[in-house]
């Protein structure tokens, strides 16, 4: 009686286990999902700035092809980071632990002229440690050149308005 209802109980167990890691794997499937379909690269590092994981949007955006996914690389010590002040923007979101937007230029490999928007935000550990960040990279260049259009074209209306509104007073 005993060694049945332990059998019955290890079935139900394992029954149990298999159901949650199912679930797990669901999980984490919903997740992967979400963030390598989205329109933004996102990038997980470590407090030392070593990059943990990056997303295929990421690697694309800037240019790097999808072998470089699992190569080491450091953000802080990154020279185009350095010198494009994007660097400074992710020690200081990991010296304070606090959420920080910013635009950078970035040139590819392929020399293709980037403006890019960044957030970087704390990554905390459960005890709330702050272990690094997750940085959401945009690439912003075609906005900010329609933008750059669209306050040329106005400017472009007014000088028209003004010219129409002095030729106007020169007729009569």
Same mark, same amino acid.
């Given at each position: ?68 996914? $699992?190569?080491?690389? $450091? ?36 020399? $293709? ?57 020169? $007729?009569?």
């Amino acid at each position: 009686l005993v060694a049945n209802r332990q059998r019955r109980l290890e079935s139900d167990l394992s029954s149990l286990v298999d159901q949650q890691t199912a679930a797990l794997r669901a999980s984490e499937e919903r997740y992967r999902g979400l963030v390598e379909h989205a329109p933004i690269g996102v990038a997980l590092i470590d407090r030392a700035g070593n990059v943990l994981a990056t997303t295929r949007r990421l690697l694309e955006m800037v240019g790097l092809p999808p072998e470089r996914m $699992n190569t080491p690389a $450091n953000l802080l010590t990154d020279a185009a980071l350095r010198a494009t002040g994007a660097a400074g923007s992710i020690e200081r979101a990991l010296e304070r632990g606090q959420v920080v937007t910013t635009g950078t230029r970035y040139t590819t490999a392929a020399g $293709n002229r980037l403006e890019l928007s960044v957030v970087i935000a704390p990554r905390r550990a459960s005890h709330g440690e702050l272990e690094g960040a997750v940085l959401l990279v945009e690439d912003v260049t075609e906005r900010r050149s329609a933008e750059a259009r669209l306050r040329q074209s106005q400017k472009l209306e007014s000088i028209g308005q003004l010219a129409a509104g002095l030729a106007q007073g020169i $007729n009569p």
